[in-house]
């Protein structure tokens, strides 16, 4: 049993552990975790400070980015200084200012469908946070082929949505969403955001990891969380596995990962979250 | 059944119950810690949150001075 740790550790979880549904066991199984956060963006951010802060024992982080002023609004993690630098390198150095019990591993790159694979397989638990709907796809099939559980999450103008993913028990990205929508889709850089709604989000999306990483509660299984900042409406629909998804139904035919996870051939897919946050279609970042 | 000290007079609330808390974990059901803390709020508290976890709280013993000795069974 390794719970021979320093004072300083207990005190510095000390308000993890009180928590009757983490406890001392739940700590522990934190620290022995390993989280991969893609994109050290808007979602990204947040969600790295808070599992960073919690003691998540490893922290990977993939992103190809270089810091740009204009991500200063929502991204958290970077600062004016580091315009300019690596986003991961960026994101790592306040990682370690906040906790030096947390092992960073930056990947600074894109993960595409040669490399993401073997990546994902060596994490517990994946939180995607990226921009565009062929990454959200591709990260969606290489968790659900690895059989690694995930955090869904996207944010557009004032509207954010989330769901939580264990491969073949709950419902997919693709199983809800269906392809990737073809044609020209509103972005961030092209709609707009609302800065806070990235914080809102991305501490979500660490809440998720930490339920699932320590049994605490129930994850966002089988249902999509959206909100709309501007009433502050949220909603909770429930969602299910569908048996002709692509990769995850009764016949996949997506059993390996190549160029053709994203493809896009079918317009539309946030239907649902439309349908329930009454917004806009959502692509993120 | 095995009997466990530990010392937690010079912590506060709430490092006193995270420091119990360690201990339990490491205990086998049945197992006995004694817990030695001082009067005021540690007396008041650690009883309170180690029955809501579900131990049970033996009695409580004055050691000296400020000194309390509260006995718990996992």
Same mark, same amino acid.
């Given at each position: 049993m390794e719970v021979e740790r320093e004072d300083a550790y207990w005190e510095r979880y000390s308000r993890n552990i009180l928590l009757p549904e983490i406890g001392v066991d739940g700590q522990l199984k934190i620290s022995r975790a390993r989280v991969l956060i893609i994109g050290a963006g808007g979602l990204g951010s947040p969600a790295a400070y808070y599992l960073a802060a919690a003691g998540v024992g490893v922290l990977g982080l993939a992103d190809a980015d270089d810091v740009d002023l204009s991500n200063l609004q929502r991204q958290i993690l970077h600062a004016t200084a580091d315009v300019g630098?690596?986003?991961?390198?960026?994101?790592?150095?306040?990682?370690?200012?906040?906790?030096p019990d947390v092992e960073v591993v930056a990947y600074r790159q894109y993960l595409d469908a040669a490399t993401i694979g073997p990546i994902v397989a060596d994490y517990?638990?994946?939180?995607?946070?990226?921009?565009?709907?062929?990454?959200?796809?591709?990260?969606?099939?290489? !968790? /659900?082929?690895?059989?690694? *559980?995930?955090?869904?999450?996207?944010?557009?103008?004032?509207? &954010?949505?989330?769901?939580?993913?264990?491969?073949?028990?709950?419902?997919?990205?693709? !199983? /809800?969403?269906?392809?990737? *929508?073809?044609?020209?889709?509103?972005?961030?850089?092209?709609? &707009?955001?609302?800065g806070a709604i990235a914080g809102m989000l991305g501490s979500i999306q660490a809440a998720e990891a930490l339920k699932y990483i320590t049994g605490a509660g129930r994850p966002l299984y089988d249902s999509l969380l959206c909100f709309d900042a501007k009433a502050m409406d949220f909603m909770k629909s429930p969602v299910q596995r569908n048996p002709r998804c692509r990769v995850c139904g009764e016949q996949p035919d997506i059993t390996a990962l190549a160029g053709d996870n994203t493809r896009s051939c079918v317009p539309g897919g946030d239907r649902a979250c439309r349908r329930a946050a009454g917004a806009n279609r959502s692509a993120q970042d | 059944m095995a009997t466990r000290q530990l010392d937690i007079t010079r912590y506060n609330c709430p490092i006193t119950f995270v420091k119990v808390k360690v201990q339990l974990y490491e205990l086998k059901k049945g197992d006995v810690l004694e817990v030695l803390l001082t009067g005021g709020e540690p007396l008041e508290n650690v009883p309170a949150a180690v029955t809501r976890d579900g131990h049970v709280v033996l009695g409580t013993q004055h050691v000296a001075g400020n000194t309390y000795c509260l006995r718990i069974r996992k």
């Open positions: 630098s690596a986003k991961v390198l960026s994101a790592a150095a306040k990682i370690r200012a906040i906790n517990d638990f994946v939180i995607e946070g990226v921009d565009n709907f062929p990454s959200k796809f591709l990260i969606n099939d290489a !968790c /659900v082929l690895a059989g690694v *559980p995930f955090s869904q999450g996207g944010i557009l103008q004032f509207v &954010g949505m989330t769901m939580t993913v264990k491969p073949g028990d709950t419902a997919c990205y693709r !199983c /809800v969403m269906g392809e990737p *929508p073809t044609g020209t889709v509103p972005t961030c850089s092209s709609a &707009g955001v609302f | -």
